[in-house]
């Protein structure tokens, strides 16, 4: 669908259709849905690859999903899938195709961008890291000094860093624990200090990884780790080619910092940051978990983008999980989605999540320009369970918000915990399956009332529940599974912007603070540019100056 010729979404019959529905659901409990429909937890779930979707928790009736599935066909959400994945440019802004998915396609894929098939490049590029990380696994590379590889640090930001430090983590299970790990990214000099300096310089290899190859933290970052290396090894140039690869669409900046293009890992405009981590991005992943573990990874990354491209709507997760959050930001006036990961492994999922969803949706202008009048991306949060519980999850069940939730379990621990601790397990799943029950259902001061409780104190001990949540459950934390589950917020994050008509694929709202830190900055090292600046920030910049003895 023409994005110009589209009627404004809170215009659309199918919008004010959502809307009166909405107020004849009322106050409607999930304890009178599942009251009158006892199939309704078993009905109201989907099946995607190894992923168990229970929605039933929803506050969602038939009639909800249908009129959402509507709202999905009138705003061309299908259309819009298949010109992304055709490698039409819905970037629009930036005039780019959107072809993630073809990072993960199979071989024999044909995927066409200004006519050429993308998809040999991309094998390629998945062919050269493989062989890469195979001669880094087996210490055949060797650095300057002739040791092998032993430390991995990959410095980058945003879709450069959170991609590959969240599937490290994730699959820590899988790695290889003989090898060293970091992940650098902020500016702060303490990240890249703590990063390195238990380190063996002669062991370490660097990966820079930025798609532009001009972000300033990523470009500082390297260049202070490079003067570290050559320091520490007291060695000259030459000593760079055989401990800084590079990752990134830009072959000419890569030189110009003193990177051989030969140890460079190239990918393509039409990747955007944040949906880059199964490209060259991975590098450093996939020297940690294998070549042969990061294909499986992909594959679980095909198979969601294969069920979202041919799924019929009403069997359609990324659909469904999209049309959720419109129902509830539009509907309910929600302003944020908790997801919650049931495993420690998943320490940084929502914080990936965070600049997937939110430097994608987090807009207020439509296609055309036109400034919104309906909510668009939510405030995503969340931290692994059972953390949260003994922090926010109060909120949650008796504050005055509606935060619908994800939770993401598994059935099985991993392979290499201790028996000890895989016992463990049925108790961090019992809070998993405790928390969404007691979210649905909540206490009633009946309830409450029959435990005894003194009256005082009942409404302080009922609980309203209502609160909507989806139970993601899957066997086991495996790389197919991982794919499998990014490539559903991906996707969900992708319905979302189709419906509210917003591009998903640019992230303009980052560069102001870029260019005044660049403004700044002479103004705190050498007290010029000063007046320029408002009272406010003078003030600031001056107090800083004089705390620094300037
Ligand atoms: O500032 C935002 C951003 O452009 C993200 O979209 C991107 O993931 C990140 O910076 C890093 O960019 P690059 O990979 O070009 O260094």
Redesign the pocket.
């Known amino acids: 669908m023409n994005a110009a010729s589209r009627t404004r979404l809170n215009r659309m019959p199918e919008w004010t259709a959502l809307g009166k529905h909405r107020e004849q659901l009322g106050q409607t409990h999930l304890r009178e849905l599942f009251a009158a429909d006892p199939a309704r937890g078993t009905a109201y779930t989907l099946r995607v690859g190894d992923l168990y979707l229970d929605y039933s928790k929803q506050l969602v009736t038939d009639e909800t999903l249908r009129l959402l599935r509507e709202l999905a066909a009138a705003t061309g959400v299908a259309e819009l899938r298949d010109a992304m994945f055709r490698g039409d440019k819905i970037n629009t802004t930036e005039n780019r195709a959107v072809l993630h998915t073809a990072l993960r396609a199979p071989r024999e894929a044909v995927v066409e961008v200004d006519g050429e098939n993308v998809v040999p490049g991309v094998h390629a590029v998945l062919d050269k890291m493989a062989a890469f990380s195979e001669r880094i696994r087996s210490g055949e590379w060797t650095g300057h000094t002739g040791r092998p590889i032993k430390n991995v640090v990959n410095i ?7 991609g590959p430090a969240m599937a490290y983590e994730a699959l820590r299970a899988y790695t290889r624990r003989d090898l060293t790990f970091r992940f650098v990214s902020n500016v702060d000099g303490a990240d890249l200090h703590e990063a390195i300096h238990d380190l063996d310089a002669a062991e370490t290899l660097f990966i820079i ?7 300033i ?2 470009i500082t970052n390297a260049t202070s780790a490079r003067d570290w290396l050559l320091t520490e090894l007291r060695a000259g140039q030459e000593a760079v080619a055989k401990h800084f690869v590079a990752l ?1 669409t830009n072959a000419g900046k890569v030189e110009d910092f003193g990177i051989d293009t030969a140890n460079m890992f190239e990918f393509w405009d039409w990747v ?3 949906y ?1 981590y199964d490209s060259a ?1 991975g590098l450093s992943l996939m020297i940690a978990i294998g070549p042969e573990r990061f294909r499986e990874m992909l594959d679980g990354f095909h198979l969601v983008d294969e069920h979202f491209r041919t799924a019929p709507p009403e069997e359609n997760a990324p659909l469904l999980l999209g049309l959720l959050g419109v129902w509830y930001g539009a509907f309910f006036d929600a302003q944020s989605h908790a997801v919650l990961p049931y495993s420690h492994y998943l320490s940084k999922f929502t914080a990936y999540l965070q ?1 997937l969803d939110m ?1 994608s949706n987090g807009k207020s202008v439509d296609r055309d320009g036109n400034p919104v009048d309906w909510q668009t991306g939510p405030v995503v949060w969340g931290t692994p369970g059972t953390n949260g519980q003994h922090a926010y999850y109060q909120l949650i069940h008796q504050g005055t918000k509606l935060i619908p939730a994800d939770f993401i379990g598994f059935a099985k621990p991993v392979d290499d915990l201790r028996p000890g601790l895989v016992a463990q397990h049925d108790l961090l799943m019992a809070n998993f399956f405790a928390q969404t029950q007691a979210l649905a259902f909540g206490k009633t001061p009946d309830e409450v009332r029959a435990e005894g409780v003194a009256e005082e104190l009942v409404p302080h001990k009922t609980f309203r529940g209502n609160h909507p949540t989806t139970t993601i459950l899957a066997d086991e934390l495996t790389p197919a599974v991982l794919g499998q589950l990014i490539a559903l917020y991906e996707h969900k994050v992708f319905v979302q912007g189709a419906v509210w008509n917003i591009d998903s694929f640019d ?1 303009w709202g ?2 102001l603070g ?1 260019v005044l830190a660049k403004k700044i900055e002479p103004v705190l090292t050498r007290g010029e540019g000063g007046d320029q600046l408002d009272s406010s920030t003078a003030a600031l910049a001056d107090r800083y100056r004089t705390l620094r003895g300037r």
């Open positions: 980058g930001i945003g879709g450069s860093d959170l990884a930025s798609k532009t190859f001009t972000t933290e990523t990134s955007g940051g944040r880059s991005i600049q430097e992230q980052v560069e870029k």
